[in-house]
């Protein structure tokens, strides 16, 4: 079976709730599993899912990230978790395969696209495919929060506001685009 692996990172819910819909999206195709992850974190629990493990790097057929941004970077659990792919990166564990990145701010303005631009440059060095949302997706173009041509996104206006339908739509066919693409790589 192809799987497509999730990590994330969340502190208020939001990155969580945009992993679940990339799940849902790339499950829609057919012969498509999803893994969900969190990285570990000293700040609190690990929000009812698994931690991510290194075989789960070795077992995915395409890897999503997803962490809300912090000062216009990802939130440093996540580049903890990033930083320790050493190995997986001089044995090549993820060469070739599809990756894509999403990210949740409290304001319009604080940073998603250099958070989102960030979490692609390791997945560069690690020979992965990165695909973004593409201008055909016709929610990009009408969303009035978040979404951007780099990887899905949310903004939470500072008071945690519920992720807009736009927003969804974004996630779901984000989810579907990186689950076809593997499936096309791995036949």
């Not at 997986?88 to 070739?96: A, D, K, S, Y």
């Not at 440059?121 to 201008?135: A, K, S």
């Not at 506001?161 to 790589?185: H, R, S, V, Y």
Request: proline content about 4%; aromatic content about 6%; some cysteine.
């Amino acid at each position: 079976m192809t799987n497509i692996l999730i990590i994330y990172y969340s502190q208020n819910g939001s990155t969580k709730k945009m992993a679940r819909l990339i799940a849902r999206g790339a499950e829609m195709i057919e012969d498509i599993s999803s893994v969900i992850r969190t990285v570990p974190s000293d700040n609190e629990d690990n929000n009812g899912d698994a931690l991510v493990e290194k075989s789960d790097l070795d077992s995915c057929s395409g890897l999503i990230i997803g962490s809300p941004t912090h000062f216009g970077n990802m939130a440093a659990p996540m580049k903890t978790f990033i930083d320790s792919t050493t190995s997986e990166w001089f044995n090549g564990t993820l060469t070739g395969k599809p990756a894509g990145v999403f990210t949740s701010t409290s304001s319009l303005h604080g940073g998603q696209e250099t958070t989102l631009l960030s979490m692609m440059l390791p997945l560069i060095h690690h020979g992965m495919i990165i695909t973004g949302v593409p201008y055909s997706e016709k929610r990009l173009v009408s969303t009035r929060s978040g979404g951007t041509p780099y990887g899905p996104s949310h903004v939470s206006f500072n008071e945690n506001a519920e992720i807009t339908e736009d927003e969804k739509e974004i996630c779901i066919n984000f989810g579907k685009k990186i689950a076809g693409l593997a499936l096309k790589i791995k036949t």
